[in-house]
């Protein structure tokens, strides 16, 4: 029968009937079904494949370069100041054939038996991994081979995905295909963890026991790529079983491999590792160190080595610092800081003035506290050489005689000097020596800009036009300053005193100060030299050589007089507490003519006041001096006697014996007003008030000077320097009149 369709139908009695034309073609499309399933299952995912295999680019071994330590060390190549240690940890690049083949060997016994023939992934190092986490085997290999765990570490990442993971293996068949095996050996060994913070082999070998890969044993090759599964869990020192354990497991694969003779593995033993407490992976930069390894890394950035460049390529940073400089300037601080109050700091720069080299660098002993080598400071009578340097760049010479007496400042203020001392009338080379300032303020008034001239001085010589929290120095709010700039009443650093003192004693020829001498990658490539040039002239060499011969005299006078006579130019310096009557600065700057040093001592905060060690004022013929003299005493002791270049005379309408000033006559003895508020009483250099108890009197005829002002700040965390550059022409008017002219900017 047939139904209304027209299909047949099965009969009341059962008797078969047509298919239905819908029955008939469900059956048709069942294969093209399956088909499209099996395409999708099998063609779609190999499609795919083919695509991402296409577009993922596998970079270059030399691309691919991974963190590694770096070493700061001093000018003798061999003393550690620093080691400069990634996040990721340490690591140190190694060669393949400094490796030993054991090594490489036991690598490839613990992590990827099969390396050498699989396509980048092993399906029975898949299968052996299953069965492991099946029977609980902890011992049993990892499924990814090791071109897998290298991608991982340096391309994919280690997220927990099937992207991730399809990716790895994509990159990994690649990486096969482009790259040769003993490249990604090479690669992964210097990439892989170890644990105790080491990355790589060459820190595993350091970290584990004490020694260069090349000098690993097969036992201790073996151990160190036990732990690489589980680094923090296979440590001898963590879980000594468990390391037991991995050992058996890798040794036991060198004999399978056919690359340990079976007898000789049964004699071995673990070896011991070393105490963790006696390796250190993290940045080290002890103390003081730790401020030069700052200003290392500022300078590297100046010269186009970037922080990438210090973190990926494993550097030998070879410094300028002479750990016999070094050393005698802590020694000298320790000494002399000891007897002293609990808060009391100091700071000592010494620079080489013949080629700017910083062979001494004292900021702290907390590598992460101030710095006060690079912190601004109130500069007391230091900063009378700069006027005088000024006034002989104007033809104002040693010999021309000032007055002592008292001076009026705007706002009914006097300038003094210590105890009312004075000469009456005497020449800049006396006030020099005994430091009145009243002479000095009148000597200031004498020049062409007064105050600007000072400050423009002071430039020139390498003071930094710029710090942080100061947009300009030496300046009122970006206007001339007051005329207590000439007493010290504006901040600058000690290194900024020693950049100074150094041009000075190099006749007027200013030499980029710099901490970095060499560059090295691991491989020997080097990457920077500091240039050996002549330096560019700041001021005229006979206005140099004048101002070191009105300095001879005064270390002498503050009891600092170099041992065997050495010759020496210095000068001391004292900055008042406010108007308490009380010190917080004090200094002591000066040099040889083979190194300019400058000396700081002061409080913590730089708010309080300074004291020697009798209870009374510090003054710069104090412990500053001291410490400068121990500085230099110990640095040269070894080093020829060498004098200063006479200083032919400057004098009034000479012109060019300035070194290219023009004629200059001095104005009479007035001020010529300003909008300043004048400076605090200052006292010059004169006799050390004695001691306020019974105590041995401090030696007699000490010039103390207490510069007024406005309060010093406390020194700031991040110190910078200036900026400019000049043209090294002799005139300093010249100088100054260049756009670019002024200190280059080398603190940061």
Avoid at 119 to 132: D, E, H, I, Q, T
Wanted: charged letters at 20%; glycine letters at 12%; one cysteine or more.
């Amino acid at each position: 029968m047939t139904d209304k369709s027209g299909s047949r139908t099965r009969d009341d009695q059962g008797a078969a009937k047509p298919a239905s034309a819908g029955q008939a073609k469900n059956k048709r499309r069942w294969p093209w079904i399956v088909l499209a399933v099996v395409g999708v299952i099998v063609f779609l995912p190999l499609a795919i494949f083919a695509y991402a295999y296409a577009q993922y680019d596998v970079p270059e071994p030399e691309e691919l370069t991974n963190n590694q330590i770096s070493y700061i060390y001093a000018n003798d190549s061999s003393t550690q100041l620093a080691r400069i240690v990634p996040p990721e940890g340490n690591r140190s690049q190694v060669k393949l054939d400094e490796i030993p083949d054991h090594t490489e060997n036991a690598a490839l016994a613990a992590e990827d038996r099969e390396f050498w023939t699989n396509s980048g992934f092993s399906l029975s190092g898949f299968a052996r991994a299953a069965l492991g986490e099946i029977t609980g085997d902890s011992s049993a290999g990892g499924g990814s081979t090791i071109t897998q765990q290298y991608v991982k570490n340096t391309l994919v990442g280690d997220e927990r995905s099937y992207v991730r993971k399809a990716r790895e293996l994509i990159y990994s068949i690649k990486m096969t295909n482009e790259w040769s095996k003993e490249d990604i050996l090479n690669a992964y060994l210097n990439t892989v963890y170890f644990g105790r913070n080491a990355y790589g082999i060459q820190a595993a070998s350091n970290a584990y026991f004490d020694k260069n890969v090349e000098d690993l044993t097969v036992e201790e090759s073996a151990l160190l790529a036990g732990v690489i599964q589980a680094p923090s869990a296979l440590d001898p020192a963590v879980d000594e079983n468990a390391a037991q354990a991995r050992w058996n497991y890798v040794m036991d694969g060198l004999v399978d491999m056919g690359e340990l003779d079976a007898a000789e593995r049964a004699g071995m033993q673990m070896p011991q590792t070393r105490e963790q407490g006696e390796y250190s992976a993290y940045t080290e930069a002890p103390g003081a160190n730790g401020h030069i390894k700052n200003q290392v890394i500022r300078e590297l950035g100046e010269v186009g080595i970037t922080e990438e460049d210090v973190n990926t390529r494993g550097l030998r940073i070879t410094t300028t610092i002479d750990m016999n400089v070094q050393n005698a300037g802590i020694d000298a601080v320790d000494t002399n800081l000891a007897p002293l109050q609990d808060d009391a700091r100091a700071a000592a720069v010494t620079i080489e003035p013949s080629t700017g080299a910083i062979r001494g660098y004292f900021g702290g002993h907390e590598e992460h506290g101030w710095d006060y080598a690079n912190a601004p400071l109130q500069t007391g009578s230091t900063f009378k050489i700069m006027a005088l340097a000024a006034g002989l760049q104007q033809g104002i010479s040693l010999d021309t005689n000032y007055s002592s007496a008292p001076y009026q400042l705007p706002g009914s203020q006097v300038v003094n000097n210590v105890n009312g001392s004075g000469c009456g009338v005497c020449s800049l080379r006396e006030a020099t020596k005994k430091s009145y300032n009243t002479s000095f303020i009148r000597l200031q008034e004498d020049l062409k800009n007064t105050t600007q001239d000072t400050a423009d001085m002071a430039h020139a010589l390498g003071v930094a036009r710029s710090l942080p929290g100061i947009e300009k120095t030496l300046t009122e709010n970006g206007k001339q300053p007051y005329e207590g700039i000439v007493l010290g009443q504006y901040q600058s650093r000690p290194m900024d005193m020693a950049i100074a003192m150094a041009t000075l004693a190099n006749q007027g020829v200013w030499h980029n100060p710099h901490f970095v001498e060499k560059v090295e990658t691991i491989s020997g490539e080097v990457l920077y030299e500091h240039p050996t040039d002549k330096g560019e002239r700041r001021v005229g060499q006979q206005v140099a050589n004048n101002v070191i011969d009105a300095m001879r005299p005064v270390a002498a006078w503050s009891n600092g007089a170099l041992a065997g006579g050495r010759e020496s130019a210095s000068k001391t310096g004292t900055a008042q507490l406010g108007d308490t009557g009380y010190n917080k600065d004090t200094w002591m700057v000066g040099a040889t003519p083979q190194l300019a040093t400058a000396v700081w001592v002061g409080t913590a905060e730089n708010t309080d006041a300074i004291f020697n060690t009798y209870g009374g004022n510090m003054y710069g013929a104090g412990a500053p001096t001291q410490i400068w003299k121990s500085i230099l005493d110990t640095s040269l002791a070894e080093a020829d006697y060498e004098t200063f270049p006479q200083a032919a005379p400057v004098r009034y309408g000479t012109g060019g014996a300035g070194g290219g000033a023009t004629y200059y006559a001095p104005t009479e003895d007035t001020y010529a007003p300003t909008d300043s508020e004048g400076v605090e009483e200052a006292p010059a250099e004169g006799e050390e008030e004695q001691p306020s108890q019974p105590a041995p009197a401090e030696p007699s005829r000490n010039p103390n000077e207490n510069p007024g002002g406005g309060g010093g700040n406390a020194p700031s965390g991040d110190n910078g320097g200036g900026n400019g550059g000049g043209d090294g022409n002799p005139s300093l008017e010249e100088f100054l009149e260049d756009p670019q002219g002024g200190l280059a900017d080398i603190l940061g």
